[in-house]
């Protein structure tokens, strides 16, 4: 009767180890639904465990085209790939696939969005020439610089709070079933053994 009891400890304790195993994304830069200033120069994704070298990860702009990402590579439980181009201003997306440190496959995605300010060219105002026939040269008023409304600021940050759900997916934890399917035999177990006695 001890034995069983403590057989059904041990299996309760070890089945939510093994079930917690596997990879998962902890730490991405930019940073999950990260709203950022200036385009990228590198995509760096970390995993709670050790993942192994067929690991990588694409980048796709809010249009569904992938953007080329260069020198992706393995480092421990680091993911890492260069963006060899400036990215546009846009929501951009990672999809990434890694072989985790129990040897099975685990995809996930998260979203950033790309914010840099643009500048506005002041128009360069025309020199008179002597060969003018009107004494006194006229001169286009230069345009006064304009900013950006932070309306559209406001817009951006409110899709990517809109897109706040697309953050790493949860995988499908079968750890409650299993616990409860060996609460269940123990307990018939339990029932045969003091039907004999």
Do not use: C
């Amino acid at each position: 009767m001890k034995r069983l009891f403590l057989l059904i400890m041990v299996l309760m304790f070890v089945v939510p180890q093994a079930a917690m195993a596997h990879s998962k994304l902890t730490e991405a830069v930019p940073a999950v639904n990260a709203v950022i200033k200036e385009s990228p120069t590198s995509i760096e994704l970390r995993f709670n465990t050790k993942i192994e070298k067929l690991s990588t990860f694409k980048l796709f702009n809010e249009a569904g085209e992938q953007v080329e990402a260069e020198e992706i590579k393995v480092s421990g439980d680091t993911l890492k790939g260069t963006v060899p181009s400036s990215l546009n201003n846009g929501k951009y997306s990672v999809n990434w696939t890694i072989i985790g440190a129990d040897g099975h496959a685990v995809e996930g995605d998260y979203s950033f969005t790309v914010d840099a300010p643009t500048t506005v060219t002041e128009q360069p105002t025309e020199e008179p020439t002597e060969g003018d026939a009107t004494p006194e040269p006229s001169v286009e008023p230069t345009p006064a610089p304009t900013t950006l409304p932070e309306a559209d600021n406001d817009a951006d940050n409110a899709e990517v709070q809109a897109d706040s759900d697309n953050t790493v997916k949860p995988e499908t934890n079968y750890t409650l079933f299993i616990i409860i399917g060996i609460v269940l035999i123990a307990a018939a177990l339990l029932i045969v053994l003091g039907r004999r006695k």
